[in-house]
């Protein structure tokens, strides 16, 4: 069945809060998933646990509400499962630059094919607003009242390093703008990040709309996005918070195209075929 832009909407209130860039997010999702004009049935998304993974309510799309932190590893199960499917990942800064760093950093070595789409709030919202790896350092919370003593993690360079084939940042007022990545990075074949910066408006209070709009910039026009090298210079910019496609890397082999298990047709189709399916009752026996 085509994803009619209607039909995504799940009904459920959300529970975001008034002015939250999740509400922002979620729009450039639906508006990329219109463009890509595919079937329902390809597309699976995989949400991890805190704000941004309340979203696995507000879609009607075929999805999963993964562990806190493990949704990669989820998403990497069924892509493997069915290489055809796109997959798209979404969750915070909390889920994947903390609880779930190792998984962000192995499905980048990879590259593995799915969509990776970060709320990067700088906090953790849904337990209430204590410091999470991308908080500034200095930063005074519920958690760290005499200020944050660590160094953040920078999504952008880590990504880089860790051979991400396709790395982007987004900012969440610039609808047309993080649609339009999220639509590439959906189409680009192997691990791709949207790091997206967005206002946590009840709990990180002075990462405002107005600081931001001071900070963010595009990058250039001619902004050249295989030259790795610049691309960890500009992320490193003191003065910008620059957004658009840092880096891609095209045609290098992705996890699936490396496993000689994975043919034409995927387990999936293969399972289908079988004379008499096996359930998961019985695969469960096997291991009592
Ligand atoms: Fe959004 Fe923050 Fe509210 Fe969570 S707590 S819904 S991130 S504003
Ligand atoms: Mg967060």
Known sequence: MPINPKQ?????????????????????LNLALQKLNCNHEDILIVWGVGCAGNGADFMKVYGMHALHGRALPTASGAKLANPKLKVIVLGGDGDGYGIGLSHFIHTARRNLDLTYI?????????????????????????????????????PIEL???????????????????MSELFYEAIQHRGFSLVDVLQICPTFKRNNTEEFYQEYVSPLPESWDRTDKLKAFEKAQDKNKLWYGVFYQEN???????????????????????LEKPVGIREILEQFR
């Open 251 to 273: 045609g290098k082999p992705t996890y699936c195209d490396e496993l000689d298990q994975i043919t034409d047709k995927t387990p999936a189709e293969m399972y289908r075929e």
């Open 159 to 177: 990504a880089l390093s860790s051979d991400t084939t396709f790395v982007a940042r987004a900012y969440y007022k610039e609808l047309k703008e």
């Open 8 to 28: 995504l909407n799940s009904g459920i209130t959300s529970t975001w809060c008034p002015g939250c860039g999740d509400h922002f997010i979620l729009s450039a």
């Open 118 to 154: 970060v709320h990067n709030n700088q906090v953790y919202g849904l337990t209430l607003g204590q410091t999470s790896p991308t908080t500034e350092k200095g930063y005074c919370s519920k958690s760290t009242p005499s200020g944050v003593i660590e160094e953040p993690i920078k």
